[in-house]
């Protein structure tokens, strides 16, 4: 069995150290680095929880780790570990500090009697539902462990958090996004005065389309090939959800300063038709 050298002390709990590769990482279990200094040694099997972040993560994962006590970093791992396997993906490392720090902030706000209300929790229940599910369980997570009263609403606050850590987009894009899809959503239920099958592969469908066409809208990586006459043949077929189409792309022209291309258009009327005709 080897050890790590203590390069730097974070708290008593954590220690700054290296791997095999020469890669920064940092070691924590409670005590472990009481009455230790820089230079010792630390046995492997010592240590409780071993991180290793991306060059970029690794000062900000630190200075999480000196300010926050070490039970939220180990309850953070457990719903982390929840997440990616009801997700069944493997999530952005940077999860570990934002959803930590937002555990964090959350529990000193209830404790002060600070509540803060997510206007946009429908919403995201509504287009993230698999998210949403991941952060009521986390919710739940958080109530047992620090026996804090967390309200339903931290269930979607966590739920963009997860949903930032599979596209890799800030909180603030996600909460833009967010509303774009409520936005585009609307259009087509006052267009066609119809109630969506949320039960449906056909809002399934239509609903994914909406989600990556928010975020290409975002990224400003949205299609703008011409495809004419494949248009003319949709438009011709669908020509109310074309006519929706139009509805979409004069709101996004007039809210966002974007102008959609005929293949947008195209893969969007084609979606729209398909959940309509339900």
């Known amino acids: 069995m080897g050890n790590y050298t203590v390069r730097r002390i974070l708290n008593n709990n954590a220690f700054v150290s290296t791997n095999e590769q020469g890669q920064e990482i940092v070691v924590m279990r409670k005590g472990i680095v009481f009455q ?55 999530l952005d490392e940077n999860i570990y500090i934002t959803i930590t720090d937002h555990i964090y902030s959350a529990v000193q706000r209830y404790q002060n009697g600070l509540v803060i209300r997510n206007t946009m929790r429908w919403e995201i229940q509504r287009y993230y539902p698999d998210e949403y599910a991941v952060g009521l369980q986390a919710a739940q997570m958080v109530r047992e462990a620090l026996s804090v009263s967390f309200a339903e609403d931290e269930a979607a606050f966590m739920a963009l958090h997860f949903v930032n850590a599979e596209t890799g987009m800030e909180i603030s894009q996600m909460y833009e996004i967010t509303e774009l899809i409520h936005a585009i959503c609307d259009i087509v239920h006052q267009h066609f005065q119809m109630e969506f099958d949320v039960s449906s592969m056909a809002y399934y469908r239509f609903l994914t389309h909406v989600k ?54 195209l893969y969007l009327t084609v979606h729209i038709a398909r959940v309509t005709k339900q």
């Open 36 to 90: 230790k200094s820089c230079g010792d040694r630390v046995p492997y099997a010592r240590a409780e929880q071993v991180f290793q972040l991306s060059q970029e993560n690794t000062s900000r994962f630190q200075e999480l780790i000196a300010r926050i006590p070490m039970n939220y970093m180990v309850l953070s791992e457990k719903i982390i570990q929840m997440a990616e396997e009801k997700l069944g993906k493997k």
């Open 212 to 265: 990556f066409f928010a975020q290409r809208l975002m990224l400003g990586t949205y299609y703008e090939d011409d495809d004419s006459e494949l248009l003319d043949a949709v438009r011709s077929k669908y020509p109310e959800a074309y006519a929706c189409t139009r509805k979409i792309a004069d709101y996004i022209a007039q809210t966002r300063g974007q102008h959609l291309g005929e293949e947008e258009e």
